[in-house]
């Protein structure tokens, strides 16, 4: 648990109150869908006391006893993923004093960090200090963000933004995604005239870069393809699974080797080692986006090689979205195998968003909902639901962090949430990016569910929020939480006076 510095942790009751009303939960599911009942520990690593009992369905057992520390099954995926929906389908139809009870039981967990967050950033560095010194902060920018299109690109702004974010930030860990349609010419030949000055740059100052190319890079809609191959009608349709034998992968195929055997012609070794990490594909596994598209692990597999071929020394990300539960074994199991068939270079990041505005869309439409409830609902943090559901693999992340533990592979934040997002609402009325509490919180989180600080030297977390910074910099239009946000952001870097 992290604590204030100097203060123990905690001793948990012997029964937590909020076992009693998981248990319940259960136990209304059971009898929901009409299952037998039959005996069931709960596993000793849960935040539950070791050695309680109830009675639950078999059919319930079988997914709370699901380990990810192996290769885990589809099938038994599904059945966990199963057990979760069955969760969320007794909390919207019955509502009532448990179901209330338990999005009680999350909520309050998520007011008690979320409290802890809420102090001045010299506070905050005092009490947890020790574990916030072991975050690398990195970002993710944008170039196209500054686009002006008049026949080409303007990148004047953007550079001074990225100079802003590297100077007097002080991020020095960069992560740009090379957009397919933006690398190739009007003659539709390619061509890296608009991305060569920022890498440049990145080389010139040392900035470490992770480079993300693929169908999929950062920044939504996520597929920025050429319209010319992506109106191909022997293209996948619309939420297909890439594979190898897609007609769009050989000519992507033929892209990234150019793109790749460009940088190896035109840049030094000494620059090239500059490029510390490739992520083939943003969220492979998670269908969003412009087409909805998915990846298969060959073909990651395969992309990632690739990559390799040309820059032997640099990791491989493969990253994931907390919130994408029925798919969640993919990533990290992929990156165990990596790791455990002997190439130790490979990284599983999570996407850590605690504040959604389409679980609110949802909500929306829920008209028996009461408001109290469906406010609590939207507080929902993926990680505190794990917290809570632990002994549901689906849900929890301790999962995936003790498999990183036990084979060895690190853990990195790829995308933290600290921008605007559709006006959704923190706990505080205001929005992601404007809230400096919700800035410390989402480091505080990382650092008490995330990270194996214990074993890993640092965690690497990218935020959006260095180009919002960047830019209110350059205006003066700072309010006292981006000047709290550009302390918080100047301590991790280092760069605080």
Known sequence: MLVEQGHPQPVAPARPPDEAISRRVLLGIDRLLGRPSSPIILPSDSLYAQGQQESVGAATQQALTIQLGRHVSRRDFLVGAGAAAAIGTFLLY????????????????????????????????????????????????????WDSWDGKHN???????????????GIRNIRIGVRWEN?????????????????????????????????????????????????????????ATITLDSDIVHRAFD???????????????????????????????????????????????????????????????VNDNAWNFLNRDKAPNLVAEMTQNGDDRWDYGVNYYFAV????????????????????????????L??????????????IRDLAKRVGFPIRVSEGQAEH??????????????????????????????????????????TWKASQLARKMRTGQLTPDDRGMIEVTQRLTGKAA
């Not at 389409?358 to 505190?384: C, G, H, T, Y």
């Not at 990016?433 to 990218?462: C, K, P, W």
């Open 94 to 145: 019955e509502g009532g004093l448990v179901a209330d009870s338990v999005l009680e039981a999350v909520d309050r967990e998520g007011q008690k960090a979320w409290d802890r967050c809420n102090v001045p950033p010299a506070v905050f560095f005092d009490r947890y200090g020790e574990k916030l010194g072991k975050i690398r902060l990195a970002t993710t920018f944008i170039p196209e963000d």
């Open 155 to 169: 990148i004047k702004p953007a550079l001074q933004e990225l100079k802003t974010i590297v100077e007097d930030l």
């Open 183 to 239: 690398a190739i010419g009007k003659d539709g030949k390619f061509d890296f005239s608009f991305y060569e000055p920022f890498f440049r740059y990145c080389f010139d100052k040392k900035v470490r870069i992770c480079l993300n190319i693929g169908l999929k890079t950062c920044g939504y809609p996520e597929i920025f393809v050429p319209d010319h191959i992506l109106v191909n009608p022997g293209n996948p349709p619309d939420g």
């Open 255 to 317: 892209y990234f080797h150019q793109l790749l055997s460009y940088l190896s012609s035109h840049f030094s070794e000494e620059q090239l080692a500059l490029i510390e990490t490739v992520q083939p594909e943003n969220e492979p596994f998670v269908s969003y986006g412009k087409k909805r598209w998915t990846m298969d692990q060959e073909y990651i597999k395969e992309f990632a090689k690739l990559c390799s071929s040309y820059l032997p020394k640099a990791r491989i990300l």
């Open 357 to 384: 505005p389409q679980i609110e869309e949802f909500l929306r439409m829920v008209p028996f909902l009461s408001d109290n409830f469906r406010k609590k609902l939207a507080r929902l943090d993926p990680l505190i």
């Open 386 to 399: 794990g917290k809570v559901f632990s002994y549901i693999p689906p849900l929890s992340f301790d999962n």
């Open 421 to 462: 997002f559709n006006g959704v609402l923190l706990r505080d009325g205001k929005e992601p990016g404007d809230s400096l509490t919700g800035y410390q919180y989402l480091f505080y989180m990382v650092a008490e569910h995330v990270a194996n600080l214990n074993q890993q030297r640092v965690i690497e977390i990218s």
